[in-house]
Structures are given as C-alpha cells and as structure tokens.
DNA sequence: GGTTAAACGAGACGGTACGTCTAGTCTTCGG
DNA sequence: CCGAAGACTAGACGTACCGTCTCGTTTAACC
C-alpha cells in the first residue's frame, strides 16, 4: 500500500511504456523465433528498451517470462463458467488450460518457463504459485466439496487426483507426445471419476 | 550387428574410455553443480577429453544427456517383475519410475533433458524415442490387453489412461509441488482402475 | 577534430586504460615469447582484459601489433636531426630505422606485422600507410630536392634509390644473414650516391 | 650419396607420387586461395595423401612450402645467361629474381616462407641457405671480382652492395608499394654502379 | 613363398586458439 | 531517480588445425 499512499515518488517515475514493451517483446520472440531467440539482449533491442532497464525490474530471462504469461495469458484464463456438475465443472477447468496451451501463446511460454525452472529455482517457486497453484487450487476445492458431500469416495488423494487431471496436459505440452485434442479434458474427467474398470456400477449417471 | 560383422574398421577405433568418462562426467557434474554446471567445456575437462572428442559424437549437451541417462539408469530399470493382477503390474511400472527419479540420477537427467528438448525438437524426439516410449508401451499393453479381455470398458482412452498414470510423476519431477512418494503409484493406478466415485460396486476386488 | 569538438559522447566511454594495457600487452609477449606467444587469447589475458575489448576495437593480430608499433616506438622515432647535408641527412634517416629495429621492439614488431600482412592485404595497406611511406617520403624528399637543384642525376629513380637505402636494412630485419650494424647507414648512403664504380671524379668531396 | 650407394632399402619404398603431390597440393593451393589456405589438413586432402604421410616427410608447414619453392621455381631459376660485362651480368642476375617473382609461384612462396620464417629459426635459415645464399653468392662473386680487377672500388662493401641490388626486390614483394616492372633491374644496377651524384666521369661508358 | 620392414591410408585423439555470442555490470549523459 | 547508450568483464559456444596415436594395408627386399 505504501506505493500508492505516500507523496509521488521522487525523481522520474517508471515508465509503463517500456513494461508493456518488454512483456509483448518476449512473447514475440518466442512465437515467432522459438525459445533460442529470446535472450536479453534481442527482448531489450525488440523492445526498444536499455538492457539495464530490463535487468532493473527482472533479474532472469525466467522472471521476464512469467510476468509476459500474465501479461499474455492472464485475462485469456479468468474462471471457467461453471454448470453445477462436479464432472462438468471439471472438465471446463482441464479444458480451459488445454485451449490456453493450444491456442494462444500461454502453450510456449509455459514450456519455456517450465524449461527455466529446471535451472532456476526461484523461477519454480513462481511458477507453482503464480499459475500452476491457482488452477490446481480451484479444481482442488471442486474435489473437496464433492468428499465432503459423500459425491467421491472419502480416502480420495485430491493433490494425486488433481495431477491425473492437469499433469496429462503438462505432459503433452512437454513432450509433444500427442496432441492436446478438444475431447481430452472430458475424457481425462470421466476416466478418472468412473474408473476404467468394466464391472462399473453408475452406468451414466452423476457425469 | 552388422557394425561387428564386417571387417575391422580403418583407423584409429573409438575410445571406448573416452565414451563412458564423458557420461560419467556429465552425470557426475549434473548432480553435483545442477544444470548450470553441465557446459561441454566442463564436461570435457572433467572427463579429461578434449572437446572435440566431445562434438565428434555428441551434437547438442542434450544429446550427452540422453546417453547419459541410458549410461546411468539404463540397467537401474529392467523390466519390473510382474505378479499377474493388472494393479499390481501397473503399480510396479509407475513405481519403478518414481524411484528411478527419486533415487537415482535419472531424475535431474530427465528433468535436465526435458528442459534441454524444449528449444531442440531433435532431443525431444530422442527422449520420446529412447525413454518415454518404451516405458509408456509396456503400460499400454497391459490396459490393452485388459480391455481385450473385458476387464476394462471397451471405450478406455488407453493413451489418455497411460498419462493419467504417468503424467502426475513427471509432473512432481518438474514442478516439484509435491513429493514422490512411494506411495504415489500404487494411489494413481487405484484412484484410474476404481474411479473416485462414492458409489462403487467393486467393494475391494480386483486390486 | 569532429570527435571532441561535438558534445560528449552518450555511454561509457572507451577505456583509455584497456587500449595502453592491450598495446603493452602484446610488445611484451612478442619480445618475451616470440611470435608463438602473442594469440589474441594470451594479450587478453596479460591485459586484463576480456577477449571482447581486443576484438571490439582491434579486427586482427596484425592490427594490435600495427597499433603497439605506433604505441611503442612512435615517440622513439621522430625526425632525426639534419646537418644540411644530403649524404648526413639520408644516413640520420637510414640509421635511425636501423637503431629503431636493433635496440626497440620496433624490430620484432614490424618482423610480425610483414609476416601478417602477407596474409592480410588490409594489414598490409596499414603498414605501407602508418610506418613505411612516412619514413620513406622523408627520404624521398631529400632526393627530390637534391635532383631539382642539380645535386643529383637528373635521370634519378627515387623509389628505387628509396629502396636502395631501406631495403637492405628490411631485409637483414627479415632474413637475418647479416647483422643491423652502426655502419651500415653510412655505407649504404656512401655506395649509392658516389656508385662503386672505381674512375670515380669526386675523390671524397661531398659527402 | 650414401643413400643411393648401398643396398636397395628394406620395406616399401618412399612414394615419389606422394612427393609430387603434396609439393603440388601446396603451391596450387597458396596460388589459388591464399596463404590461409595452405594448411596441412588441406595440403594433406588436396595430394590425396594422409596427414601422417605429410608430417613424416616434413616437419613443418613452412618446410613444406621450402620443397614447394624448390619443385614449382628450380629449373625455371638456373644461372642466368653471363655476357662478360659487369652491369650486364647484374642485371641479368637480379632480373631472374624479378620475373621469378612476377611471373611464377616464387612470388607468393617466397613471401609466405618468408613470413613463416619469423616465427620458426629453422625455416628461416633453410630460406638463407637454399634460396637466398646461392643467389646472393653469384652476385657476390661477380662483384668480387669487379674489385679484384680494379673496376671496383677497393673500399666496397659487397655485402652491403648485393643487399642493394636484391633486398629491393624482395622489398616490393613483401610490401608491394611499388610493382616489380621489368626495367627494375638494369636501374638498380645502374644507379649502384654509377651513383647518384651529378658530376659523373663516365658519361655512359662501362654500362 | 613366406617373412620382415617400412611407407602408406584412415581416422580418432588431446590440445589450443579462433572469433562469436550472451549474460550481467558499470559509467556516463540526458530527461 | 529513471531511462538510454554503450563499454566493460566473464566465460561458454562451436569450429578449425595442430601434431600424435593406433590401427590395418600395401609394397618391396630378403631368406
């Protein structure tokens, strides 16, 4: 709060321009060069913007990306609508991510960022809590509610079962493996709430 | 075969030393110095090779990385046993990989190389290829083999079911938000075969 | 003139320091080590100085050890007196260059810098422009002049009188056959001016 | 003589094909692309011959372009024809040295030994003995003679005097500031001979 | 005709320097 | 104080040759 309550800081304020100009700038270079073409220098030289302006708010390539999937991808994934039905409210949220992945530039980033973590722990750190936790948090409480309300057996492992839902997509982002079709999210839900077991007993029901 | 069959080869033959030294070191300084400290000059000085000898066989620092992953945890991870029922077998296949990344270097190689094939499409093909097929086939044969034999529903999306067992421990290797537990895997394979619902039929059976 | 008369370059400015480091750094190398030891990797490093900073503002070899020519033996060699005579004057100007390259690194030096420039029309070109033509117009001057006001044969081939007087010093720099001694300006000068012809109608006179 | 005197040695004889070719290999390729190209690997490619092959018969590069010099300019270099007098004989001597330079691969040899030669003791008094004292003797010779007849004065430096005649030459080859034209030679020997000086005895005789 | 000896071809190897690149830091000027 | 410009240190990159080596192959001279 501090920021915004005292008197108007000293000297020459930061400049929103070169913010925005960073954040676009990354996320150009990515989608248009891949991930080779994003360094520092070519951010700074796209941007049109000093280096030492770029390493003065963000001290890693890693950091850059992250704020540029905010900046990219942030108001693309507001909360899914809701229906009502645990497995229709599911699959809106594991459907959402894989549009995200697929069909704007949150799918490189992501992998870039992902790719950076690897090396960087603080960059980890962010990940999980700026985009990874929150998702996982929302579907989380979806499971929560449905334990509680005896709608899902009650040694239900949320944080595992929350995994089988998201980590597939993760997994087919990563390793290109298989595509991220429409119909995965419903059916990564249905398999995971019915089981593959053949002898099952909720013909239709409660999906 | 056919590279001992013909006659010996001209010139000086390879260095079967200077192969395995350039493995061990690259596995050597991964786990020691993180994925920062895994450069060619590095690896080169450590295995007493020169750097050419390293660029001679070896294009990328992913490719090191993928031999020596196959050089590291190659035999760490035979075939596990299997005891027959389709949880249990599925169990040990997840469950080796969990302690392979937990307990061997095969986990920061893996996570290293994951990294590494986001900018190289040729080393993730390669990783696909050489590790995650082969893991992810003999997964997919079992849940094959169940619904031919009407144990699973005939409308199983086998691929999407191989993720939903596989995915989550990839995910934890990379993300690190949770433990891999030894737990993990025989969770994942109960939470798919049975299905979270409350209203099961199959009381305890078939695990 | 433009550089300093305009305002003040914007940036950091060149460091004065660097250049004068990399300059010694050479000529020393060179007299220490020989030519072998003077790699751009080696005056980086007795500079202390990155690699970058040499390239930056040097192309070559060749044009770090022209500039160290200038650096090193430029004040060394400003005019060398006159007596008004044409035999003393030409032998001051001989016999400098041969002081310059028995007792400075000026020797060594331009020994490398003809050897580059074998391989480098450009040092080449640097070398004739910055050291050979000003030492050989002075020469040539004196010759002119002498021929104008009757001093000399009016059918005179100043270059190649030029060359007459330095090519043998070059030469025994280069080649090695016979030692830069004290005596050799004066007897070049001597032999050229009165020929070796024996009839000779000038018993001493002139010189 | 005692390699050919004795018996036919044991074991495979030395390739005189490999010899040829190697000598070839190396002046076709400094005539063709430079001095930079003349590398052993190149040299080695080019003849079709193995680098061990190279190395075993020479020890250097420079070593090389010495044989190189020998085979290409040899027989093109054989004494001069002598007409009895002295200027003529001169001449005739530094104009085999000019055309040599001009117009065969003595040229761009040369200057690349030469070059060779400031960094490696032994190329340069291989240069000395085999190329430059032989040429330098005949002149020396004559000159010598010259002196002992009384056509000379008795004071001459002939060393000195032979390095006027010659080291022009190679001067304008090693630094090409003036071309080397065919009156080049006759001129040098003139103005030596007759010098400078205006007041002349012998208005054209002995030339 | 088999043995021996040396030259040769092929090519992997340990080195060294190359010239380029990127990361970050530092120094100055201008707004 | 912020931002631009740009010189700086540090060090990895991938390439090119170097000169050495270890083989297998060829070509003679000898026995």
Redesign the interface.
Known sequence: MGETGGPRARGRPRSERARAAVLDAATGLLVSG???AVTMEAIAARARVSKSTVYKWWPTRGHVMLDSLAHAAGHALAAPARDGSLAGDLAAEVGALVRAFRDTAAGPLV??I??????DPDV?AA??ERW??PR?AACARL?DD?VAR?????D??V???V??L???V???L?????ALADG?AP??VR????????????PDG?R
Chains 1, 2, 3, 4 share one sequence.
Do not use: S
Request: one cysteine or more.
């Open positions: 891949g991930v080779q992998a870039d992902v790719a950076a973590a690897q090396a980890r990940l999980d990874v936790r996982r499971l449905a005896g709608a899902l057996r009650p239900t492992d944080p595992a079962a995994d089988q998201f980590a597939p993760y997994h087919r990563l390793f290109g493996h298989a995965l059916t990564l398999q995971l709430l019915d089981g593959l077991g053949a002898g099952r007993c909720r409660d």
